[in-house]
């Protein structure tokens, strides 16, 4: 079993930048695809971000693309998501989720992974 963590979330302005970090304790992620989702107070999860398990592809909610940068760390047990140009809309809960192996089809849909994180708040508020 995989237990992601997520880290980075706190309070910015709008049109700030927060790096947000996905580990999991004891493993490596370089096998598993990981992706970024959040969810607001009384709205569904939304997908933000993903890294495909296999090649170098990665994928982006048309919300933030453009805007938001996923990546892998050097050691290969850190995922990042980078994110600039921080709006109001962009405030929620964000949550790392890891999986063996989803589907292309189902990259951006959250029942495709396995594991998920506690996840971290982002607020960006003037």
């Known amino acids: 079993q995989v237990q992601p963590v997520e880290s980075g979330g706190g309070l910015v302005q709008p049109g700030d930048s927060l790096t947000l970090s996905c580990a999991a304790s004891g493993r490596t992620l370089a096998n598993y695809a990981v992706a970024w989702f959040r969810q607001a107070p009384g709205k569904e999860r939304e997908f933000v971000a993903a890294?495909?398990?296999?090649?170098?592809?990665?994928y982006y909610a048309d919300s933030v693309k453009g805007r938001f940068t996923i990546s892998r760390g050097n050691a290969k047990n850190t995922v990042y998501l980078q994110m600039n140009s921080l709006r109001p809309e962009d405030a929620a809960v964000y949550y790392c989720?890891?999986?063996?192996?989803?589907?292309?089809?189902?990259?951006?849909?959250?029942?495709?992974?396995?594991?998920w994180g506690p996840g971290t708040h982002v607020t960006v508020s003037s």
């Open positions: 890294f495909r398990r296999s090649g170098t592809n990665t």
């Open positions: 989720a890891v999986d063996s192996g989803p589907i292309l089809s189902q990259l951006r849909v959250p029942g495709a992974y396995a594991y």
